[in-house]
Protein backbone atom coordinates (compact mmCIF):
# COMPACT_ATOMS: atom_id res chain seq x y z
CA UNK A 1 0.00 0.00 0.00
CA UNK A 2 1.50 3.44 -1.03
CA UNK A 3 2.20 5.24 2.40
CA UNK A 4 -0.67 7.85 2.88
CA UNK A 5 -3.77 6.50 1.17
CA UNK A 6 -4.93 4.59 4.06
CA UNK A 7 -7.28 1.40 3.56
CA UNK A 8 -9.15 0.14 -0.15
CA UNK A 9 -12.73 1.89 0.92
CA UNK A 10 -13.82 -0.55 -2.04
CA UNK A 11 -16.60 -3.28 -1.55
CA UNK A 12 -14.58 -5.69 -4.09
CA UNK A 13 -10.88 -5.98 -5.29
CA UNK A 14 -8.76 -8.48 -6.68
CA UNK A 15 -11.15 -9.24 -9.74
CA UNK A 16 -8.63 -9.23 -13.03
CA UNK A 17 -7.75 -5.76 -14.08
CA UNK A 18 -9.65 -4.42 -16.22
CA UNK A 19 -12.88 -5.32 -14.12
CA UNK A 20 -11.09 -3.59 -11.04
CA UNK A 21 -11.07 -0.80 -12.46
CA UNK A 22 -14.82 -0.64 -13.57
CA UNK A 23 -14.96 -1.39 -9.48
CA UNK A 24 -13.53 1.86 -8.52
CA UNK A 25 -17.21 3.26 -8.95
CA UNK A 26 -19.58 1.48 -6.38
CA UNK A 27 -22.31 2.78 -4.36
CA UNK A 28 -21.89 2.91 -0.61
CA UNK A 29 -24.64 3.40 1.53
CA UNK A 30 -27.22 4.20 -1.63
CA UNK A 31 -24.81 6.84 -2.68
CA UNK A 32 -22.56 6.56 -5.95
CA UNK A 33 -18.37 6.52 -4.53
CA UNK A 34 -15.60 6.97 -6.85
CA UNK A 35 -11.88 6.12 -5.58
CA UNK A 36 -10.76 8.68 -8.01
CA UNK A 37 -12.96 11.84 -6.65
CA UNK A 38 -12.57 12.09 -3.23
CA UNK A 39 -14.15 8.28 -1.79
CA UNK A 40 -13.41 7.92 1.46
CA UNK A 41 -11.24 11.36 1.72
CA UNK A 42 -8.89 10.36 -0.73
CA UNK A 43 -7.97 12.94 -3.22
CA UNK A 44 -7.91 11.95 -6.65
CA UNK A 45 -4.32 11.35 -6.92
CA UNK A 46 -4.00 9.00 -3.99
CA UNK A 47 -7.17 7.15 -4.91
CA UNK A 48 -5.35 6.70 -7.98
CA UNK A 49 -2.04 5.56 -6.10
CA UNK A 50 -3.94 3.41 -4.18
CA UNK A 51 -5.59 1.66 -7.13
CA UNK A 52 -2.08 1.60 -8.77
CA UNK A 53 -0.75 -0.21 -5.74
CA UNK A 54 -3.27 -3.06 -5.28
CA UNK A 55 -3.12 -3.46 -9.39
CA UNK A 56 0.51 -4.35 -8.90
CA UNK A 57 1.04 -1.15 -11.09
CA UNK A 58 2.77 1.16 -8.55
CA UNK A 59 6.29 0.20 -9.39
CA UNK A 60 5.67 0.54 -13.09
CA UNK A 61 3.34 3.89 -13.23
CA UNK A 62 3.42 7.04 -11.24
CA UNK A 63 0.11 8.08 -9.55
CA UNK A 64 0.22 11.60 -10.72
CA UNK A 65 -2.93 13.91 -12.80
CA UNK A 66 -2.08 12.89 -16.78
CA UNK A 67 -1.97 9.13 -15.67
CA UNK A 68 -5.49 9.27 -13.90
CA UNK A 69 -7.18 11.06 -17.02
CA UNK A 70 -6.54 8.28 -19.24
CA UNK A 71 -7.28 5.69 -16.77
CA UNK A 72 -10.51 8.25 -16.64
CA UNK A 73 -10.84 7.21 -20.29
CA UNK A 74 -10.03 3.56 -19.99
CA UNK A 75 -12.67 3.35 -17.23
CA UNK A 76 -15.33 4.78 -19.31
CA UNK A 77 -14.75 3.28 -22.80
CA UNK A 78 -14.60 -0.05 -20.51
CA UNK A 79 -17.57 1.02 -18.90
CA UNK A 80 -19.33 1.33 -22.40
CA UNK A 81 -18.06 -1.94 -24.23
CA UNK A 82 -19.14 -4.13 -20.91
CA UNK A 83 -22.95 -2.55 -21.36
CA UNK A 84 -23.20 -3.14 -24.87
CA UNK A 85 -19.82 -4.83 -26.83
CA UNK A 86 -21.65 -4.22 -29.79
CA UNK A 87 -21.80 -0.57 -29.34
CA UNK A 88 -19.04 0.89 -31.96
CA UNK A 89 -18.34 3.72 -29.99
CA UNK A 90 -17.58 1.88 -27.02
CA UNK A 91 -15.17 0.03 -29.62
CA UNK A 92 -13.72 2.86 -31.22
CA UNK A 93 -12.95 4.66 -27.74
CA UNK A 94 -11.19 1.55 -26.75
CA UNK A 95 -9.15 1.31 -29.18
CA UNK A 96 -8.36 4.53 -29.29
CA UNK A 97 -6.90 3.61 -25.51
CA UNK A 98 -5.23 1.22 -26.90
CA UNK A 99 -3.35 3.19 -29.65
CA UNK A 100 -1.21 4.13 -27.17
CA UNK A 101 0.94 1.05 -26.63
CA UNK A 102 2.06 -2.25 -27.57
CA UNK A 103 3.07 -5.42 -27.11
CA UNK A 104 7.39 -5.95 -27.53
CA UNK A 105 7.68 -10.19 -28.50
CA UNK A 106 11.04 -11.12 -26.38
CA UNK A 107 13.33 -13.55 -26.06
CA UNK A 108 14.38 -14.92 -22.13
CA UNK A 109 15.66 -17.33 -20.45
CA UNK A 110 12.65 -19.25 -20.52
CA UNK A 111 11.86 -18.73 -24.29
CA UNK A 112 9.10 -16.35 -25.93
CA UNK A 113 7.86 -13.37 -23.40
CA UNK A 114 6.33 -10.20 -24.27
CA UNK A 115 6.94 -6.75 -23.09
CA UNK A 116 4.37 -4.23 -22.82
CA UNK A 117 5.89 -0.38 -24.08
CA UNK A 118 3.89 2.89 -24.32
CA UNK A 119 5.57 6.06 -25.91
CA UNK A 120 3.70 8.08 -23.14
CA UNK A 121 4.34 5.69 -19.58
CA UNK A 122 1.29 7.88 -18.35
CA UNK A 123 -1.03 5.64 -20.81
CA UNK A 124 0.35 2.47 -19.27
CA UNK A 125 -2.20 2.19 -16.27
CA UNK A 126 -4.74 2.59 -18.89
CA UNK A 127 -3.67 0.54 -21.77
CA UNK A 128 -2.97 -2.07 -19.45
CA UNK A 129 -6.23 -2.34 -18.19
CA UNK A 130 -7.81 -2.27 -21.87
CA UNK A 131 -5.44 -5.10 -22.98
CA UNK A 132 -6.90 -7.64 -19.65
CA UNK A 133 -10.19 -6.74 -21.08
CA UNK A 134 -9.01 -8.20 -24.44
CA UNK A 135 -7.72 -11.41 -22.18
CA UNK A 136 -10.93 -11.36 -20.93
CA UNK A 137 -12.85 -11.65 -23.99
CA UNK A 138 -10.78 -14.37 -25.98
CA UNK A 139 -10.42 -16.72 -23.15
CA UNK A 140 -14.10 -16.09 -21.69
CA UNK A 141 -16.85 -13.14 -22.35
CA UNK A 142 -19.81 -14.95 -21.23
CA UNK A 143 -18.21 -15.16 -17.85
CA UNK A 144 -17.93 -10.90 -17.44
CA UNK A 145 -20.57 -10.13 -15.33
CA UNK A 146 -22.50 -7.42 -13.16
CA UNK A 147 -23.63 -8.43 -9.65
CA UNK A 148 -26.89 -8.97 -9.94
CA UNK A 149 -28.28 -6.97 -6.88
CA UNK A 150 -30.26 -4.14 -8.39
CA UNK A 151 -27.94 -1.75 -5.66
CA UNK A 152 -24.79 -2.85 -6.70
CA UNK A 153 -23.50 -2.41 -10.10
CA UNK A 154 -20.00 -4.41 -9.10
CA UNK A 155 -18.41 -6.30 -11.92
CA UNK A 156 -16.97 -9.41 -11.56
CA UNK A 157 -15.06 -12.64 -14.07
CA UNK A 158 -17.47 -15.54 -12.77
CA UNK A 159 -14.63 -18.33 -12.11
CA UNK A 160 -17.28 -20.79 -10.67
CA UNK A 161 -17.21 -24.30 -11.85
CA UNK A 162 -20.96 -24.23 -13.52
CA UNK A 163 -20.80 -20.37 -14.70
CA UNK A 164 -23.49 -19.52 -12.94
CA UNK A 165 -22.60 -16.92 -9.98
CA UNK A 166 -24.78 -14.11 -10.34
CA UNK A 167 -23.60 -11.97 -7.50
CA UNK A 168 -20.27 -9.39 -6.79
CA UNK A 169 -19.64 -11.08 -3.47
CA UNK A 170 -19.49 -7.99 -1.81
CA UNK A 171 -22.21 -9.35 0.17
CA UNK A 172 -24.93 -8.57 -2.29
CA UNK A 173 -25.85 -12.18 -2.05
CA UNK A 174 -26.95 -12.16 1.32
CA UNK A 175 -28.67 -9.44 1.24
CA UNK A 176 -30.78 -10.24 -1.90
CA UNK A 177 -31.24 -13.60 -0.78
CA UNK A 178 -32.03 -13.65 2.63
CA UNK A 179 -35.32 -11.78 2.22
CA UNK A 180 -36.54 -14.49 -0.33
CA UNK A 181 -35.74 -17.06 1.92
CA UNK A 182 -36.69 -15.65 4.66
CA UNK A 183 -40.31 -15.32 2.65
CA UNK A 184 -39.92 -18.79 1.76
CA UNK A 185 -39.17 -19.86 5.52
CA UNK A 186 -42.53 -18.25 6.58
CA UNK A 187 -44.18 -19.92 4.41
CA UNK A 188 -43.83 -23.18 5.37
Known sequence: MTAGTGADPRPLTGEPLSLDLLNTRWVQDGEPADLFAGAAGLSRVQGLALWLESAGLADRFRADAATLVHLLTAREALARAVADPADESARALLDAVLEHGRIRITFTAEGAGERAEFADPTWGPAWTAARGHLDLLGTAPD??????????????????????????????GDRDGAPRHNARTRER
Open 143 to 172: RIRVCASPTCGLHFHDVSLEGTRRWCGAAC
